[in-house]
């Protein structure tokens, strides 16, 4: 019985903590949201600037942020401006392998198409640079309803020599598959581009951006503002890809985060 009761008391329990995250464990490559019980509060986390809003449905102040797939296990600084200091264990976390055969061209690409790639290389930077207001509010939503085929933080080779780091999480999705935002945003970036295919990218505020690629059709244009939920494009096998599916990124101040666990996150 006292079990029970104890279990039972720990939701009000959390509500009145002055100051939590979650994941409870937050590893290199995560998603970390802060809750304050008071503010405003503005502070520095990975070396970058971080906002709480407050959220009205939760009677909460929140932030959401990354841990950088460089960051050490162990213990971090969340510095606030009101001088307070909270120190948060980023837990060890081993990331898997992969090995891709796909077109030569996108492992070795032709002298013509160099030009194309630095100037969306541009492009993107320009882009991801962005610092607006918070527009995303409450969970993020899988962008479609299938299974997941390839985890985010993957070491790939391509073609037997080109590494790199799978920044994203990969979605089951025959080409036409209606792609919808996983937040409220802006769209940024509405646009065919050489790794990418079709690429979306919608801001969501403050530095934290979603990306999806490999797309078909846009379903809005650049400047246009979209709600969580809303249908944005169509899936397609465009772009660096094995074959058709949704590549789903999400970046915060240049850090990019498991999108996994973002859409695991209760915001409660």
């Known amino acids: 019985m006292l079990r029970r009761a104890f279990l039972a008391s720990a939701p009000l329990a959390a509500q009145l903590q002055p100051f939590r995250f979650e994941p409870a464990e937050p590893f290199p490559g995560s998603p970390i949201l802060f809750s304050a019980a008071e503010g405003p509060l503005a502070g520095t986390w990975m070396n970058r600037p971080l906002l709480f809003e407050r ?25 606030l401006g009101n001088g307070q200091k909270h120190a948060v264990r980023v837990a060890a976390h081993a990331y898997r392998t992969g090995r891709l055969t796909v077109p030569p061209k996108f492992v070795s690409p032709p002298k013509a198409v160099l030009k194309r790639i630095a ?32 985890a985010f933080g993957t070491w790939r080779t391509y073609n037997g020599k080109t590494q790199s780091i799978h920044h994203g999480l990969d979605f089951r999705a025959a080409a036409g598959t209606p792609i919808h935002a996983s937040n409220h945003g802006r769209m940024l970036i509405s646009q065919d581009m050489y790794y990418e295919g079709g690429f979306v990218v919608l801001d969501h505020g403050e530095g934290l951006f979603t990306l999806y690629m490999h797309l078909s059709a846009f379903g809005v244009k650049h400047g246009d503002l979209v709600k969580k939920g809303e249908e ?18 999400v970046q915060w101040q240049g850090l990019y985060m498991d999108p996994a666990t973002l859409l695991a996150l209760r915001f409660g």
């Open 232 to 249: 944005i494009a169509e899936s397609g096998g465009s772009g660096r890809v094995t074959g058709p599916h949704l590549h789903f990124g």
């Open 55 to 79: 959220d009205e449905g939760l009677k909460r102040w929140l932030a959401l942020a990354a841990v950088s797939l460089d960051a050490e296990p162990g213990p971090h600084d969340l510095l």
């Open 119 to 150: 100037e969306e290389r541009e492009i993107k930077k320009a882009a991801f640079a962005e610092r607006t207001r918070r527009v995303w509010a409450g969970p993020f939503a899988p962008p479609l309803d299938t299974r997941q085929t390839a």
